[in-house]
């Protein structure tokens, strides 16, 4: 029995160190599976606790056929309204081969598992950094389960694989957010919005969806970054930014293209749509002034907007014709939009 168990840990744990990021999800899942198969028990499961909101929830589970899953039921559970579990399980793992025997300081959590028909469970803690980040646990629903002290000291040890494979994952997902954000503004930079922005347009041919694009500069930011040095044109373009969130859809993909241009991609977005998104940007920027050094600065951008044709195969066509558009607005003056027509016409819109 122990040397199948070791086999298996270590399999286990290959398969993490191997799982691409992405699958992390599906291979938790799958190896709750074949743990709670091996201890025969009726569901197994993971939960994450949250430092910032003091809650924990169940992020994983496996049920046997036949069991009512409970992930959907158990999310974002105060951690305060469960003293004695947590105090158990900070240190060690929580063994219950009988729940009904569960002491009086117990009495909440005692409630709970009988009223998801648990007769007997273990949980194992998860750490990071000596900090209890979650749990393992393991739940016999049909009978009581007697737990084999082998055995938990293996299940600990699967506990911990599975603890490292979820911080691993969480710092590579830092990363690779870190790969595709703009470290001043935190939009997507423009590796971030082509790899989000070519998936949209490729959707959008298929479905025969509109998709527009607008593209602004904002204005005269050297003449801030001359006057009153780099730092405070940092704080304009992160002003800028701001508003770029604030005035669109959460389904729109924002990126920094490059030093004072910034990006949008507006999914389901007509010409009308699109010019008129581009319009409430440019008109609550203009509205808008920072204080630098004691003064009061203006802000105002620039931008092109262009609509996905059926001619448009590629992101970077979409993003020409924006920058038309965008060169005539500046051209005319600044702080105004153009819109790119085919055969090189623009119109202006406002």
């Not at 003056?333 to 406002?350: M, S, V």
Request: glycine residues 4%; contains cysteine; aromatic residues 8%.
């Amino acid at each position: 029995m122990r040397s199948r168990f070791e086999e298996m840990l270590t399999n286990i744990s290959t398969r993490f160190i191997n799982v691409d990021n992405e699958d992390i999800d599906n291979e938790i899942i799958s190896v709750l599976k074949h743990i709670g198969q091996f201890e025969n028990v009726d569901r197994t499961y993971v939960f994450r606790i949250d430092p910032k909101t003091k809650t924990m929830s169940n992020t994983h589970e496996w049920c046997r056929e036949g069991i009512t899953p409970k992930i959907h039921a158990v999310q974002d559970l105060p951690i305060q309204n469960y003293h004695w579990f947590i105090e158990q399980i900070t240190c060690d793992p929580l063994i219950i081969s009988r729940v009904n025997d569960l002491p009086l300081a117990a009495s909440i959590e005692k409630k709970i598992f009988q009223s998801h028909g648990i007769q007997s469970l273990a949980n194992f803690p998860m750490w990071v950094n000596l900090e209890l980040v979650g749990f393992v646990g393991f739940d016999a629903v049909t009978e009581e389960h007697t737990w084999d002290m082998e055995n938990i000291a293996m299940l600990q040890q699967f506990a911990n694989i599975i603890s490292n494979a979820i911080e691993r994952s969480r710092l590579l997902k830092i990363l690779e957010d870190r790969a595709i954000r703009d470290e001043l503004t935190g939009v997507l930079n423009r590796r971030g919005f082509l790899q989000i922005a070519n998936t949209e347009l490729i959707r959008g041919r298929r479905y025969h969806h509109p998709i527009g694009m607008i593209l602004l500069d904002m204005d005269h930011l050297k003449r801030i970054n001359d006057t009153y040095g780099h730092a405070a044109g940092d704080v304009a373009l992160l002003e800028i930014s701001k508003f770029c969130i604030k005035n669109t859809r959460e389904i729109d993909v924002i990126g920094r293209w490059g030093g004072d241009e910034f990006v949008i991609l507006l999914p389901e977005s007509d010409e009308e749509s699109t010019i008129r998104a581009a319009t409430r940007l440019q008109q609550n920027i203009s509205e808008r002034t920072i204080q630098i050094l004691g003064q009061e600065i203006q802000l105002s951008i620039s931008a092109g907007v262009a609509l996905a044709e059926k001619d448009i195969t590629t992101i970077d066509e979409l993003f020409k014709n924006a920058d038309s558009a965008l060169y005539l607005a500046k051209e005319a003056g600044r702080n105004r939009i153009k819109a790119y027509q085919a055969f090189d016409q623009t119109t202006l819109t406002f």
